[in-house]
Nanobody, 119 residues
Framework: QVQLVESGGGLVQAGGSLRLSCAAS????????MGWFRQAPGKEREFVAT????????EYADSVKGRFTISRDNAKNTVYLQMNSLKPEDTAVYYC????????????WGQGTQVTVSS
């Protein structure tokens, strides 16, 4: 059973940085696609970034391109989201997610970590 545990959220001023971590366990993740999503109060959950575990190929939402970087550490089974130049509109609960194939929906989710960016 896949387990995803996020950490690293917090309160930061606009222009600051945070790094989120997602510790993954329960299976071998080779071939998996890992993702970060976020949900702000009163809004739908939205895609932030994905990374293919084997190849390291990444994709980003237009709103975070150039500011956020997704990466993974194979030895630690951990996925990271480095967030720079944070804006108040980045405030949200950030969720780590996993799926077994690019052709499937994300079906494994972490509990979320709060990121608050003050102006």
């Amino acid at each position: 059973q896949v387990q995803l545990v996020e950490s690293g959220g917090g309160l930061v001023q606009a222009g600051g940085s945070l790094r989120l971590s997602c510790a993954a366990s329960g299976r071998t993740f080779s071939g998996y696609v890992m993702g970060w999503f976020r949900q702000a109060p009163g809004k739908e959950r939205e895609f932030v970034a994905t990374i293919r575990w084997s190849s390291g190929n990444t994709e980003y939402a237009d709103s975070v391109k150039g500011r956020f970087t997704i990466s993974r550490d194979n030895a630690k089974n951990t996925v990271y989201l480095q967030m720079n130049s944070l804006k108040p509109e980045d405030t949200a609960v950030y969720y780590c997610a996993a799926k077994a194939s690019i052709f499937l929906e994300f079906d494994n989710w972490g509990q979320g970590t709060q990121v608050t960016v003050s102006s």
